[in-house]
Nanobody, 121 residues
Framework: QVQLVESGGASVEAGGSLRLSCVVSGHPFTVGAMDWFRQIQGKERELVGAINELGNVNYASSVRGRFSISRDNAKNTIYLQMNSLKPEDTAIYYC???????????????WGRGTQVNVYA
């Protein structure tokens, strides 16, 4: 069974940095584009950034210039490097991925359970 697991969330002082990881486990046949989302308390879940299979990336304006996404296809893992963190970045961070479980399967969108990031002033 394919599963996404985020890790790396913590409490950090404003101005600090964190690196989140998202591992796609369970031997997927193909892992396509992946995304980082976050949900700030009281708000809707929002896109942080996306990365496709070739490593092309896109970021929300709120994090552009501070966050960066990378992927290691051999490990089926993506990373979210977060620098210059602000209290407004406090949220649960989720990853998702488009997965083919088998050679003849359709792509499915899977979500991780999230990891909590707290940024304090």
């Amino acid at each position: 069974q394919v599963q996404l697991v985020e890790s790396g969330g913590a409490s950090v002082e404003a101005g600090g940095s964190l690196r989140l990881s998202c591992v796609v486990s369970g031997h997927p046949f193909t892992v396509g584009a992946m995304d980082w989302f976050r949900q700030i308390q009281g708000k809707e879940r929002e896109l942080v950034g996306a990365i496709n299979e070739l490593g092309n990336v896109n970021y929300a304006s709120s994090v552009r210039g501070r966050f960066s996404i990378s992927r290691d296809n051999a490990k089926n893992t993506i990373y979210l490097q977060m620098n210059s963190l602000k209290p407004e970045d406090t949220a649960i961070y989720y990853c998702n991925a488009r997965i083919k479980a088998d050679v003849n399967s359709r792509y499915e969108l899977l979500w991780g359970r999230g990891t909590q990031v707290n940024v304090y002033a």
